[in-house]
């Protein structure tokens, strides 16, 4: 089956970086959009950015020009580059693919990763 797995998280401080990586892997037939959605306590999941296959993207309005979305379809990865990091940027962020696999009727389907934890500090 297909797994999506998110890594590159922590803890920085107000002003600070960080680069999140999604790394699709599975019986993939192909990958489609890709995107971070984000979620901090007590709040519903909301999308940060999106990226398509050809590599247009698009972003929340309370990221624009702070975070850019790239990816890599030779390692079938989507990254997230995270810059003047805020304490409201605070959430466990999740990866979303909509991806079309091997043995499931060549329907495409939307897969997510288990979430990465990023917490700015004040």
């Known amino acids: 089956q297909v797994h999506l797995v998110e890594s590159g998280g922590g803890l920085v401080q107000a002003g600070g970086s960080l680069r999140l990586s999604c790394a699709a892997s599975g019986s993939i037939f192909s990958i489609d959009a890709m995107g971070w959605y984000r979620q901090a306590p007590g709040n519903q999941r909301e999308l940060v950015a999106t990226?398509?296959?050809?590599?247009?993207?698009n972003y929340a309005d309370s990221v624009k020009g702070r975070f850019t979305i790239s990816r890599d379809n030779a390692k079938n990865t989507v990254y997230l580059q995270m810059n003047s990091l805020k304490p409201e940027d605070t959430a466990v962020y999740y990866c979303?693919?909509?991806?079309?696999?091997?043995?499931?009727?060549?329907?495409?389907?939307?897969?997510w990763g288990q979430g990465t934890q990023v917490t700015v500090s004040s």
């Open positions: 979303n693919a909509d991806i079309t696999a091997y043995g499931m009727g060549r329907v495409r389907t939307k897969y």
């Open positions: 990226i398509t296959s050809g590599g247009s993207t």
